[in-house]
């Protein structure tokens, strides 16, 4: 493939995954791309490389239009494996290049190489290097995604690289926003969005916030966010944004999910009454069965619902395994303002909903009591417990989601 001009003198020279199904336990059943940048101009300047086995494509954009020798300098906006592990392959057309990064850029970057035979450069916030007619300000961005992270603004093209933010896994042959929405669905990269945010950046949107107000307050003009990931911003800047404040508000839609596994199905009949309970407060509802669903397609559904309700079965005194294995992805997670529930069957004793209201009052989210259970098969006396039991959540989550917004 063809490097792309995303600005003047400024061209995507990544790769497009389109296979990948599973990113380091995280299901990306829509593939993704690792996205870096090449900038022309007196010295060259390659900003972050690309996933360890998509390097021989990206040193074939680049020669499209250089030969990699010519590269003066290159930028390590973040180290994880995916951007910077290709570093190696480039620097061994350039070996003279000045590499900036942060000190914990540095630190984390030699344990993977020698940087003893490198030209590294560390960089704070505010400073900035000229190559020509482009100024690069580096703006430190810790947790966001790891610590080292930090963006790049292109002074003169108003130009936001900014690493794993506003990213989203989604391979496409379109570059640009605009583009991805006129080919194919805005809603589709919506929910590209949301799914990348829920599993990516979930624990660390306490952050989000402050670091965007700081490159508002550092007065910095933006008229394209080309992330490391997925499609680049150029028509909807400030919707990203606005969607990333957003949700570092709290924003969530006012409806349920239930998430449930199930034995011998008694749980799993649990949640028909249960959601027609939901349903009769006016609230939409969404079911989905743990072991039928990528675990990253179910926490990206929690993440967007203000409320879930958490159907489990007892196994030998504690919750169904499966069940806890989604709370424990969700404790790492971290999320907030979010109201849940438990329901559950059992045979001779109980133990399901008790664990799992453990966790979640460990995660710290708003729990929902009583929980539900429910012995052997719900009989139709119990079936009507659930349809209260629904019910009686949707009213107290309409009443919990009125502290947010407006958004
Ligand atoms: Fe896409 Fe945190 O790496």
Redesign the pocket.
């Given at each position: 493939m063809k490097p792309i001009e995303i600005k003047k003198d400024i061209f995507w020279v990544g790769a497009i995954d389109w296979a990948i199904r599973d990113f380091h336990g995280y299901q990306t059943p829509r593939g993704t791309t690792y996205n870096n940048y090449l900038v022309l101009d007196r010295e060259i300047t390659l900003i972050d490389t690309v996933k360890h086995n998509f390097a021989e494509i990206m040193l074939k954009n680049i020669k499209h239009l250089i030969d990699p020798s010519q590269i003066k300098n290159i930028i390590i906006n973040?180290i994880?494996n995916?951007?910077a592990m290709a570093l190696d392959k480039i620097m061994a057309y350039c070996p003279e290049a000045k590499i900036y990064l942060t000190q914990k850029g540095k630190d984390g970057l030699e344990r993977f190489f020698d940087l003893s035979k490198w030209n590294i450069n560390v960089v704070k916030t505010g400073q900035k290097i000229n190559t020509g007619n482009k100024t690069f300000l580096f703006i430190e961005t810790p947790m966001m995604?790891?610590p080292d992270s930090m963006m790049t603004y292109i002074e003169e093209d108003k130009l936001l690289i900014s690493q794993?933010a506003f990213g989203q896994h989604l391979a496409s042959s379109s570059r640009f926003d605009d583009e991805f929405i006129n080919c194919s669905s805005e809603e589709i990269l919506n929910d590209a969005v949301w799914d990348y945010y829920a599993n990516i950046l979930m624990p660390f949107g306490f952050i989000i916030k402050p670091k965007i107000l700081e490159l508002q307050k550092m007065g910095l003009e933006i008229d394209m966010i080309a992330p490391?990931?997925g499609i680049i911003w150029r028509k909807n800047v400030s919707k990203i944004l606005k969607i990333y404040l957003d949700i570092a508000e709290g924003f969530a839609e006012e409806r349920v999910l239930i998430v449930y596994d199930t034995m011998w199905n008694s749980t799993e009949h649990m949640t028909y009454p249960i959601a027609q309970g939901i349903k009769s407060e006016g609230l939409d509802c969404k079911v989905i069965k743990l072991r039928a669903t990528p675990m990253s397609i179910a926490i990206t559904e929690f993440w967007r619902c203000r409320g879930t309700l958490i159907g489990a079965p007892t196994l030998n005194n504690l919750a169904f395994p499966p069940v806890m294995q989604f709370l424990d992805y969700l404790r790492g997670l971290r999320p907030k303002n979010r109201i849940v529930g438990t329901f559950g069957s059992y045979g001779w004793g109980g133990g399901a909903v008790k664990e799992m209201n453990e966790v979640i009052k460990k995660i710290g989210l708003e729990l929902f009591e009583p929980s539900l259970e429910v012995k052997y098969r719900p009989s139709l006396d119990d079936e009507e417990r659930c349809y209260e039991f629904g019910k009686n959540f949707a009213i107290r989550l309409k009443e919990y989601h009125k502290q947010f917004g407006p958004f």
């Open positions: 973040h994880e995916d951007h995604h790891w794993d490391d990931h």
